[in-house]
C-alpha cells in the first residue's frame, strides 16, 4: 500500500508539470499568461518557449520516471530543479524587487514535498527488503 501511495505522491506532480509543458508547446501565450508574463517577441519568444517547456518537460518526466520505476535519483532530480526555481523567485524578490509569487513558489515546494515523501516511501520498502535479505543470510 505505501508503494502505491509513493507511486501516486511522485506521479501526480509529474502529471501536473507535463500539462503544463503541453500547454507551453500548443499555446504559449496562454502559458506565459498563466505565468504572469508578457508573450515575448523574437529570440526572446525562443527562449521563453524553449526554456519554459524544457523545464516542465524535465520536471514532469523525472517525476514519472521515478515514479514508474521507483527510481529515487530521478526523484530527488525533480526536487532539486523546484527547490531551485522556489529559492530564485526568493532571490529575485528580494534582491531585484520583483512581486513575491506566492502561488508558484507554494506549488514548487508542495510538488517537492509530495516528491519528497514519495523518496521516504520508496525508501523504506528497500530498507525493509535489504533487513530482510540480511537477517535470511
Known amino acids: 500500500m505505501k508503494q502505491i501511495i ?4 511522485s506521479f501526480l506532480p509529474g502529471l501536473l508539470f507535463l500539462s503544463n509543458a503541453y500547454t507551453w508547446i500548443t499555446n504559449p501565450l496562454a502559458a506565459s499568461n498563466g505565468l504572469g508574463m508578457q508573450y515575448l ?6 527562449t521563453q518557449i524553449g526554456d519554459f ?7 514532469g518526466i523525472f517525476c514519472l ?6 527510481n529515487i535519483t530521478f526523484l530527488i532530480s525533480a526536487v532539486i530543479i523546484l527547490f ?14 520583483a512581486d513575491f509569487a506566492t502561488i508558484f513558489i507554494s506549488v514548487e515546494i508542495v510538488s517537492s514535498i509530495m516528491i519528497l515523501a514519495s523518496v521516504f516511501l520508496f ?15
Open 53 to 59: 517547456s524544457a523545464f516542465f518537460i524535465g520536471v
Open 123 to 137: 525508501r523504506k520498502k528497500e530498507n525493509t527488503i535489504e533487513s530482510s535479505e540480511t537477517e535470511d543470510s
Open 6 to 9: 509513493a507511486r501516486i505522491l
Open 41 to 46: 517577441e523574437g529570440i526572446g519568444r525562443s
Open 84 to 97: 531551485s526555481a522556489a529559492a530564485m523567485r526568493i532571490v529575485a524578490w528580494q534582491i531585484y524587487n
Open 65 to 70: 520516471l521515478g515514479s514508474i520505476f521507483k
